[in-house]
């Protein structure tokens, strides 16, 4: 198993930048597959970004393609989601969510673990 704390958001005007960081606990990191995620209220959890687990494929949504980036540091056992020319909209809770030896995947149901999310609040 895997735990994960999520950290990194606040409150931003937009076109600002923020970098969420994702921790996870265990010694076995390297062979998770991870996600981010977003839930606005009222709206469904929705796919952001992922990583395969060997880091070779990378997937985004099409709303914050160009703008964000995931990535990932083993040693650090820790995911990061570094969003850039931020907008009102992408106001929401972020989760990041694991799923061993796992490729690239964007639904909800393919990840396990999950976070407890962390707020991103984008002002106009």
């Known amino acids: 198993q895997v735990q994960l704390v999520e950290s990194g958001g606040g409150l931003v005007q937009a076109g600002d930048s923020l970098r969420l960081s994702c921790a996870a606990s265990?010694?076995?990191?390297?062979?998770?597959?991870m996600g981010w995620f977003r839930q606005a209220p009222g709206k469904e959890r929705e796919f952001v970004a992922a990583?395969?687990?060997?880091?070779?494929?990378?997937s985004y949504a099409d709303s914050v393609k160009g703008r964000f980036t995931i990535a990932r540091d083993n040693a650090e056992n820790t995911v990061y989601l570094q969003m850039n020319s931020l907008k009102p909209e992408d106001t929401a809770v972020y989760y990041c969510?694991?799923?061993?030896?796992?490729?690239?995947?964007?639904?909800?149901?393919?990840?396990?673990?999950w976070g407890q999310g962390t707020q991103v609040t984008v002002s106009s």
């Open positions: 969510a694991a799923r061993p030896y796992g490729s690239v995947a964007i639904t909800t149901q393919a990840y396990p673990y």
């Open positions: 265990g010694r076995t990191f390297s062979v998770y597959a």
């Open positions: 990583m395969s687990w060997t880091g070779g494929s990378i």
